[in-house]
């Protein structure tokens, strides 16, 4: 499995987000600066999180960004689905592939295994399991 740069950057956002014990909301230029990734790209999936519901935003002057659960809560897979959509097992050219029937359904299996064994590991490791 390979995580695509956005998915690893809202990795990395959780966790920073999660580790401050601060009571109001972390603000995305501090994210951004503290790990080098582009603000504008970090805004857009600081967002995607919120619509999944693992952060909450405020706006306004003093607003940011808040875990929604806790970390203990808050799994990897949450976070990687949020960004990259539901870990499905579906092979992509499945409608184009004709004939070879019994191959098509033995590598769509596999492909849902995989997705099946990526998705129960995913959901074992919290947020918290990371930072310790």
């Keep these: 499995m390979r995580l695509g740069k956005a998915t690893t950057y809202a990795v990395f956002a ?15 230029h501090e994210i951004a600066r503290n790990y080098g990734i582009p603000l504008e790209y970090l805004l857009k999936i600081l967002q995607q999180l919120v619509k999944a519901q693992v952060l909450i935003s405020e706006r306004g002057r ?3 960004f808040q875990m ?3 970390a203990s809560q ?3 897979l949450d976070i990687v689905e ?3 959509g539901p870990i499905t097992g579906e092979i992509s050219a499945r ?3 004709t004939g070879a029937s019994r191959a098509k359904k033995i ?3 596999l492909c849902r295994d995989s997705a099946g064994f990526t998705r129960s590991l995913l959901k074992k490791v ?3 399991k990371l930072i310790g």
């Design 62 to 64: 003093t607003g940011g």
């Design 126 to 128: 919290t947020v918290q």
């Design 74 to 76: 808050t799994t990897v």
């Design 95 to 97: 409608r184009e592939i």
């Design 68 to 70: 929604r659960k806790s």
């Design 14 to 28: 959780v966790l920073y987000i999660a580790q401050q014990k601060k009571s109001k909301p972390v603000q995305g």
């Design 82 to 84: 949020a960004v990259e």
């Design 107 to 109: 590598v769509e299996g």
